[in-house]
Nanobody, 125 residues
Framework: QVQLVEAGGGLVQPGGSLRLSCSAS????????VGWFRQAPGKEREGVAC????????YYADSVKGRFTISRDNAKNKVYLQMDNLKPEDSAVYYC??????????????????WGQGTQVTVSS
């Protein structure tokens, strides 16, 4: 049974940084696309950053380009989201996700089958 678990969320002041991590059981990130998504209250879930495939390119939402960086450590089987210069509008529950198949996936939630439980990020002074 595939399980994804996010960690690293919390409360941070505007301009601050957080690093989220996602670990997996019964799943190997390096062979698949993997994405980070977020959902704020009353809003739809949106893609933030992704690896489009096992060796694919990275993609970022326009709202986070230059501030967020997705990375993965294959030896640890973890995926990270480094978030810098955080803004109040970045506040949301952040999820990592992965597809069931080896194909490409991008920033649409529709391309993903496995989801973590989410971790709350709150940016506030």
């Amino acid at each position: 049974q595939v399980q994804l678990v996010e960690a690293g969320g919390g409360l941070v002041q505007p301009g601050g940084s957080l690093r989220l991590s996602c670990s997996a059981s019964s799943f190997t990130f390096e062979w698949y696309a993997v994405g980070w998504f977020r959902q704020a209250p009353g809003k739809e879930r949106e893609g933030v950053a992704c690896f489009s495939s096992a060796h694919g390119s990275t993609y970022y939402a326009d709202s986070v380009k230059g501030r967020f960086t997705i990375s993965r450590d294959n030896a640890k089987n973890k995926v990270y989201l480094q978030m810098d210069n955080l803004k109040p509008e970045d506040s949301a529950v952040y999820y990592c996700a992965a597809p069931m198949n080896y194909g490409s996936a991008y920033l649409s939630p529709n391309g993903y089958d496995y989801w973590g439980q989410g971790t709350q990020v709150t940016v506030s002074s």
